[in-house]
């Protein structure tokens, strides 16, 4: 886990990790979220919309920055304070999605950070991108 | 950058951080007269100042604002100085 505080920051510093969604994912986010919508269960609903397979949740790819935020960038000091998200192309149980995270913006008078974040398929193709506002906790020695 | 501009700015900048249409800033308006101002929409709100105005405070200048006219007085003085 990174422990970034807000003085280490600077625009432009970058992290990104990779991670699969399975079925597995899928069924644990639905007990979670209590949607069961067809578009996330039934292959042949999914491909009557015009979609290859079952879609994944986009809460569930959008998940992933929540450990973008709370382990990488910042880490172990990130207070969550809000996001602005696009879903931007469908991900498929079996995609494995890369998730970056980028420092936008720093405002020193609130100690607050914008991250730019973007998750890609293996095909290099934008599903989810967005902002992430970060606080940050108090550090351990202060 | 004149009074009048900032303050249809910053109109502009609170009815949209707190989705509220209604709001009337004046010069004593402070975070007794808006009920979800705390200190998250605080931070909100400096950013999308500092955003807007093309300008960052420091922690202490913001800590000292009292209200919105002491807000705008802080705008319009950083903005002399560039």
């Not at chain 1, 970034?4 to 079925?23: A, I, K, M, N, P």
């Not at chain 1, 069924?27 to 578009?39: K, M, Y």
């Not at chain 1, 042949?44 to 959008?62: H, I, N, P, W």
């Not at chain 1, 969550?80 to 020193?108: F, I, R, S, W």
């Amino acid at each position: 886990m990174n422990n970034y505080r807000f003085e280490d920051l600077y625009e432009g510093l970058s992290v990104s990790f990779e991670e699969t969604v399975t079925e597995e994912k899928m069924d644990a986010f639905r007990q979670i979220s209590g949607d069961v919508n067809p578009l996330h269960m039934q292959k042949e609903f999914a491909q009557s919309q015009g979609y290859k397979d079952k879609v994944v949740y986009g809460m569930l790819t959008s998940s992933l920055l929540s450990r973008l935020v709370g382990v990488h960038l910042p880490g172990k000091y990130c207070l969550l304070q809000g996001m602005e998200l696009k879903y931007l192309n469908p991900v498929y149980a079996g995609d494995t999605l890369t998730v970056k995270g980028t420092v936008y913006e720093l405002h020193p008078s609130v100690k607050m950070a914008v991250i730019k974040a973007l998750i890609t398929n293996q095909d290099g193709v934008k599903v989810v991108r967005g902002k992430i506002n970060v606080g940050f906790l108090r550090y351990e020695d202060e | 950058m004149t009074r009048e501009y900032v303050y249809q700015q910053m109109n502009r900048i609170f009815r949209n951080v707190f989705d509220d249409e209604s709001i009337e800033l004046h010069d004593e308006t402070n975070a007794e007269d808006i009920e979800d101002w705390d200190s998250l929409e605080q931070i909100n709100l400096i950013v999308a100042i500092e955003n807007e105005f093309e300008m960052m405070f420091d922690m202490a200048e913001v800590a000292e604002l009292a209200n919105v006219g002491e807000m705008v007085d802080l705008i319009l003085k950083k903005d002399s100085n560039e």
